[in-house]
């Protein structure tokens, strides 16, 4: 089986940002991933930076998936935003609700995902590879497990082509998620999302904030380090390859991995892994 594996950055804020970021992908191009993405801002904050991290990629010969977020934007907005991308030579999205930024009271066009897919799908026919979000502990927002598969079910069938996790300790939680998708009739990939454990205080923060249970004998083991980073990080890649190693060997369709544009952890771990990029 020919698995996909793929990095995820954020645009950057600052020069030096800027810097950091065009040192961490050239070492992870290297590697030779199938796509990287780039994360979207709320409400379109980081649209211009979005774009421009997408050029740079595209222009050292990797494909690009710029996510694009829709909740509080227009129809014309996203039709704009699109046509840049097309101009630009991007041919893959991954398609989000998003959040509204903070005192944004409007909710826009569009209030879900889905609504996002279906409108890429009647402006763009097949030209975009259209990626959304699964949820295998379930989406914080959810009304239940069961409202967060059918949500999972609509998006797919407006029109997406594969999906990507929310990152997970728990690879059962993802078996059982994927059962769950193929039992409802849809039969895309479902790329596991990987977050390399670097930091106790930040891990906890992002766990929390997209639902994703960090097991206790994880976060303890964690807390006992205090300020010891290489200890944490030591640790941090033994609990990852034990996570993607199961990944792998139940066949899953390859690997995303949550960078935070730092490129240290992800190497690490793809060494570990022994993984092959394309060439």
Same mark, same amino acid.
């Given at each position: 089986?020919?698995?996909?594996?793929?990095?995820?950055?954020?645009?950057?804020?600052?020069?030096?940002?800027?810097?950091?970021?065009?040192?961490?992908?050239?070492?992870?191009?290297?590697?030779?991933?199938?796509?990287?993405?780039?994360?979207?801002?709320?409400?379109?904050?980081?649209?211009?930076?979005?774009?421009?991290?997408?050029?740079?990629?595209?222009?050292?010969?990797?494909?690009?998936?710029?996510?694009?977020?829709?909740?509080?934007?227009?129809?014309?907005?996203?039709?704009?935003?699109? $046509? &840049?991308?097309?101009?630009?030579?991007?041919? %893959?999205?991954?398609?989000?609700?998003? #959040? *509204? =930024? @903070?005192?944004?009271?409007?909710?826009?066009?569009?209030?879900?995902?889905?609504?996002?897919?279906?409108?890429?799908?009647?402006?763009?026919?097949?030209?975009?590879?259209?990626?959304?979000?699964?949820?295998?502990?379930?989406?914080?927002?959810?009304?239940?497990?069961?409202?967060?598969?059918?949500?999972?079910?609509?998006?797919?069938?407006?029109?997406?082509?594969?999906?990507?996790?929310?990152?997970?300790?728990?690879?059962?939680?993802?078996?059982?998620?994927?059962?769950?998708?193929?039992?409802?009739?849809?039969?895309?990939?479902?790329?596991?999302?990987?977050?390399?454990?670097?930091?106790?205080?930040?891990?906890?923060?992002?766990?929390?904030?997209?639902? $994703? &249970?960090?097991?206790?004998?994880?976060?303890? %083991?964690?807390?006992?380090?205090?300020? #010891? *980073? =290489? @200890?944490?990080?030591?640790?941090?890649?033994?609990?990852?390859?034990?996570?993607?190693?199961?990944?792998?060997?139940?066949?899953?369709?390859?690997?995303?991995?949550?960078?935070?544009?730092?490129?240290?952890?992800?190497?690490?771990?793809?060494?570990?892994?022994?993984?092959?990029?394309?060439?």
């Amino acid at each position: 089986m020919q698995r996909s594996y793929s990095f995820e950055f954020f645009p950057p804020k600052t020069p030096e940002g800027a810097l950091k970021l065009a040192a961490t992908r050239a070492e992870l191009i290297a590697l030779g991933p199938d796509f990287i993405s780039v994360t979207f801002g709320a409400g379109g904050t980081t649209r211009e930076g979005t774009l421009a991290a997408a050029l740079e990629i595209i222009g050292d010969g990797v494909p690009c998936a710029p996510h694009l977020s829709c909740v509080g934007s227009t129809r014309a907005g996203i039709r704009e935003i699109l $046509a &840049e991308y097309r101009a630009s030579g991007v041919d %893959r999205i991954v398609a989000l609700r998003g #959040d *509204l =930024p @903070s005192g944004w009271g409007e909710i826009g066009e569009f209030r879900f995902a889905n609504e996002l897919v279906e409108f890429i799908r009647a402006e763009t026919g097949d030209h975009f590879h259209i990626e959304v979000a699964a949820y295998p502990e379930v989406h914080p927002q959810a009304r239940s497990a069961s409202a967060d598969l059918a949500n999972f079910v609509r998006k797919v069938n407006a029109g997406a082509d594969s999906a990507i996790t929310q990152m997970f300790f728990n690879a059962d939680a993802y078996f059982r998620f994927v059962d769950d998708v193929r039992k409802a009739g849809i039969e895309v990939p479902i790329v596991p999302g990987i977050m390399p454990i670097t930091n106790f205080t930040s891990l906890r923060r992002f766990a929390e904030g997209c639902g $994703a &249970e960090l097991p206790r004998w994880i976060g303890e %083991r964690l807390r006992d380090y205090g300020d #010891d *980073l =290489p @200890s944490i990080r030591a640790f941090g890649l033994d609990v990852m390859t034990a996570l993607c190693e199961r990944l792998l060997a139940a066949g899953v369709p390859g690997l995303h991995f949550y960078t935070l544009n730092a490129a240290g952890p992800v190497k690490g771990l793809w060494g570990r892994l022994g993984l092959q990029g394309r060439r």
